[in-house]
């Protein structure tokens, strides 16, 4: 059996079943979302119809063609050669087979589609397994079944040395890399290929047909616990499916999970990244520059007394940006604030526990460092003012604190503006960053994770002010980034593992 190279989906399993009150046609709920699942899978998609269909349904069919780039078919059981010589003029003869989702067939229609090498898949109304033992006829019970079994398909075609990966994350991010090309159903160069996980869909029969799963599991946080001393696992609280899946991981260790759950629990938390950053100290011996987490305070209470002096004994002067403690996965984890005066902590809204953190004067320059697998990169980006500038725009309103959302640009230092990259470059010591680097992903056993670095300009310090996991790494190009995002994930899989990081700039 070859590789599915194309898919073809007849308006029988697309069209929902009535139109509405107004007698408008509507695409089927599982076919809204297949359409828009399969648009980056790297695979020839079409659709098909008859030349009966009734023109508001044919438009609705058109539309979605072109919103998607697939293409549009007629499809006469009594012509099939030209439905076969259609696709293959627009898709080419490719090696590999073509396949036609159909909700109904007659043998002696579809015949010349299986002697042309094309799969028939089928969603039935009544079949009982066994009566059909034609290789070239699936049968699956819903449409979100289809890319699990294209996966499947593929896999066998191409051998033991292709290996399923399953993604789960929020449907933005989930876009942001697939129209890179990093999901496709095709195996990728190293013998990868990816399917989204569906809740609507048995998890555990999901998993029974992946090697392995991605997740960005904080997505799916609902809430997250700060005031309890137990383990912080006991803290989170997923989705309900979040939560089915890791129970089904459980059962399923034949799929690996890149990366464990636990390992991605330091990251949720700033207090615990502040602690870890402390051991940078042992990366210092060597180098001329310094490498190190910012000066920082656990707060429980605002209003606490002796709260200035524990400021001061921490090392912390005027001005601190405050960061609740929670890092990721709920709503308010980015509501942070840059305080000017020690008497504004007594009414500052930020939420409870948080971390006071020295704002560290930086020319309003920052180093957005990547690591996934092995590999490292990193992006030069505009930040935050130094202190002065901030506390001038402060003065016009009276020293409040500024309060600011981190997900969201802050004003820059016009003035420094035009520094250019090259001399930020230059400013960097690559080499100490780079075994940051590495001391992090060995402390953190995460394959893909970013971090921030933002150099002081008193004392030359390079300062990791942020860390985070599965970043986006947007600003490294799709032609270096998704091989090496494939290949951290091979080697995750395989447990190959490089020889050493390289840096790639």
């Known amino acids: 059996m070859c590789a599915v190279k194309g898919i073809v989906m007849n308006a029988s399993v697309l069209l929902a079943v009535n139109d509405d009150e107004n007698g408008i046609p509507s695409l089927a709920p599982a076919a809204d979302y297949l359409l828009r699942k ?13 030349p009966d269909l009734s023109a508001p349904k044919v438009r609705l069919l058109q539309e979605n063609a072109r919103l998607y780039s697939y293409n549009c078919f007629v499809f006469r059981p009594s012509a099939i050669d030209n439905f076969v010589s259609a696709v293959s003029l627009e898709w080419g003869d490719n090696i590999g087979s073509y396949m036609h989702v159909i909700s ?15 799969l028939i898949t089928v969603l039935p109304v009544e079949y009982n397994p066994g009566t059909d033992e034609n290789p070239s006829k699936i049968f699956i019970n ?36 697939a129209k890179r090309g990093a999901f496709p159903l095709n195996p990728t160069p190293n013998g990868l290929i990816f399917v989204a996980l ?34 912080f696992e006991n803290k989170v609280t997923y989705t309900e499916g979040m939560q089915e899946l890791q129970r089904c991981i459980g059962c399923h260790p034949e799929c690996r999970v890149i990366d464990p759950f636990s390992n991605i629990y330091p990251v949720l938390d ?26 920082f305070l656990k707060v429980v209470d605002f209003r606490e007394p002796k709260l200035e002096k524990k400021l001061a ?55 957005k460092f990547y690591v996934v697998g092995k590999k490292i990169f990193f992006a030069i980006k505009k930040s935050t003012p130094n202190a002065d500038t901030l506390i001038k725009l402060a003065k016009e309103k009276e020293l409040k604190p500024l309060l600011f959302d981190s997900l969201k640009s802050l004003p820059v230092d016009k003035d420094n503006q035009q520094q250019s ?18 001391w992090l992903r060995r402390v953190l056993d995460l394959t893909i994770f970013g971090f921030d670095v933002v150099i002081q300009e008193s004392t030359g310090d390079h ?22 995002f494939w290949e951290a994930i091979k080697e995750k899989l395989t447990g190959k593992q490089s020889v050493e990081a390289a840096m790639l700039l």
């Open 104 to 118: 109904s067939y007659k043998d002696e229609e579809i015949s010349q589609l299986i002697s042309s090498g094309w």
């Open 463 to 484: 300062v990791i002010v942020d860390v985070n996991y599965l970043p986006s790494f947007k600003e490294v190009p799709d032609e270096v980034a998704i091989p090496t």
């Open 270 to 295: 700033r207090l615990k990244i502040q602690q870890i950053l402390g051991g940078l100290e042992n990366l210092n011996s060597k180098s001329c520059s310094k490498i190190r987490g910012p000066h």
């Open 198 to 231: 569906n809740y609507e869909l048995p998890i555990s029969w999901q998993l029974q047909q992946l090697d392995g799963v991605l997740h960005k599991a904080t997505d799916d946080i609902i809430t997250v616990e700060m005031s309890s001393s137990s383990d």
């Open 421 to 438: 990259q090259n001399k930020d470059n230059k400013q960097i010591d690559h080499e100490l960053v780079t075994d940051a680097a590495n």
């Open 313 to 367: 004994d921490a090392k912390l002067s005027l001005p601190n940006i405050v960061k609740p403690q929670v890092a990721c996965g709920v709503s308010d984890a980015h509501s942070m604030a840059i305080v000017f005066k020690a008497d504004s902590y007594k009414d500052l809204n930020i939420p409870l526990p948080a971390i006071v953190q020295e704002y560290v004067d930086h020319s309003s320059t920052m180093f």
């Open 38 to 50: 399969l648009r980056y899978s790297n695979i020839y998609i079409g659709i098909s119809y008859g």
């Open 142 to 177: 819903k449409l979100e079944e289809l890319p699990l079994t294209i996966c499947h398909l593929n896999k066998k075609a191409m051998g033991k040395e292709v290996e399923t990966v399953g993604y789960l994350m929020k449907p933005s991010r989930e876009e942001d890399f």
